[in-house]
Each structure stands twice: as C-alpha cells, then as structure tokens.
C-alpha cells in the first residue's frame, strides 16, 4: 500500500519535527493502482505552510510525481472519472491528529 498525507506547521524552518499530520488526511491507494492519480484537496488550512508526505509500505511503488496547488475556489472541484483517479478527498480547515 501507499499513502498519502498532509502536514502543517507554521514555521517556515522546513524542519521535519515543525509538520504535524493534518486529521483524517491519509488516503492509501495499492501499489499496482497504475496510471491513476491520487488527490488530496485541503481547504483553509490552520497552518501557514501545508506538505504533501507519501508513504510506501514496502513493493516497488514508483511515484511519478507530487503537484500542489494554492487555491481559492468559490465552488466545488469537478467529479473525476474514476478509471483516472484512484481516490480523492477535499478537507476544510482540518484540525492537527493522525492522518
């Protein structure tokens, strides 16, 4: 499996201890989930400087990439075609907690 998460801090040191996991923001995907894309969406973050984390729990997981974007939409995202995205999750204002 894989995952993928979000952290916040409001240092903008970069230090790894200053993340904390944003609650509820982990979505795991299998290894084999090939040409698809995972999206994790977090709206009013608490924290100033919000991360992208993914974890691989063993395989040979090849992940081609991370995209972030700052937004501020006025109006939900589009549905995605599901034989394109394995899993996606839109979180507004999470609180700090396990992923």
Partial sequence: MVSLKAQQTDDNSASPETFADLAGTSISFAHDDDNQIAILEIEQPRGRYIRPVVVRS???TVI???IAVQTK???EPVTHDTSTVSSAEIHVAPAEGVA
Avoid: H, K, M, N
Wanted: proline share 0%; aromatic share 0%; hydrophobic share 20%.
């Fill in 73 to 75: 939409a006025d109006s």
């Fill in 64 to 66: 081609d990439g991370v």
């Fill in 58 to 60: 063993g395989g040979d």
